[in-house]
T-cell receptor
Framework: DTGVSQDPRHKITKRGQNVTFRCDPI?????LYWYRQTLGQGPEFLTY????????KSRLLSDRFSAERPKGSFSTLEIQRTEQGDSAMYLC??????????????FGPGTRLTVL | AQSVTQLGSHVSVSEGALVLLRCNYS??????LFWYVQYPNQGLQLLLK??????LVKGINGFEAEFKKSETSFHLTKPSAHMSDAAEYFC????????????FGQGTILTVHP
């Protein structure tokens, strides 16, 4: 397995446009997380999936953001009507469902979004 | 609610010198603690984790960290810095949820001089 992959790696868009990012987790991992990282800050939690169910959403995830994980495999994160403040690195992570809360999360390389 | 604070956004050391990156946490429940490293244009890689077993945790690449409950700290150390250690380091905590949502510190950029 090659780890968590994310596509695209970079996205430049104009303000007001919609963008969609994809994350492919490690194949046997049931848990999938999205984080956002702005310059000079640590990643901030956005949302969590267990299989196909979205079990938690951060207050950072405004109604312009939507995430899905159909069939419990890959996940997409869509941002509608992008704003300059959405410019950030969007990180995806996955981990196995083993009954613990401290299992290692494996991170993808991230998608860097620039909104002009 | 949890919070993680990393003291010093930039740390600079000479090659061969001791590396010390500081992390303090606040948590209403016993935390699980992690150190991740991020190289440019790459994702986060786990260095080590504390999960309430041994308080001194050894990780990859010669790094280790000690959990001190009385000081609410989890500082990362390495006896001798190598040029390849130059990267950004993040301390993170989880606990209080069943699924391991991570709360990160703001990161420390480590520079290693020859």
């Amino acid at each position: 397995d090659t780890g968590v992959s994310q596509d695209p790696r970079h996205k430049i868009t104009k303000r007001g446009q919609n963008v969609t990012f994809r994350c492919d987790p490690i194949s046997e991992h049931n848990r999938l997380y999205w984080y956002r990282q702005t310059l000079g800050q640590g990643p901030e939690f956005l949302t969590y999936f267990q299989n196909e169910a979205q079990l938690e959403k951060s207050r950072l995830l405004s109604d312009r953001f939507s995430a899905e994980r159909p069939k419990g495999s890959f996940s997409t994160l869509e941002i509608q009507r992008t704003e300059q403040g959405d410019s950030a690195m969007y990180l995806c992570a996955s981990s196995p469902l083993d009954g613990s809360s401290y299992n290692e999360q494996f991170f993808g390389p991230g998608t860097r979004l620039t909104v002009l | 609610a949890q919070s993680v604070t990393q003291l010093g956004s930039h740390v600079s050391v000479s090659e061969g010198a001791l590396v010390l990156l500081r992390c303090n946490y606040s948590s209403s429940v016993p935390p699980y603690l992690f150190w991740y490293v991020q190289y440019p244009n790459q994702g986060l890689q786990l260095l080590l984790k504390y999960t309430s077993a041994a308080t001194l945790v050894k990780g990859i690449n010669g790094f280790e960290a000690e959990f001190k409950k009385s000081e609410t700290s989890f500082h990362l150390t390495k006896p001798s810095a190598h040029m390849s250690d130059a990267a950004e380091y993040f301390c993170a905590a989880t606990g209080g949820t069943s699924y391991g949502k991570l709360t990160f510190g703001q990161g420390t950029i480590l520079t290693v001089h020859p």
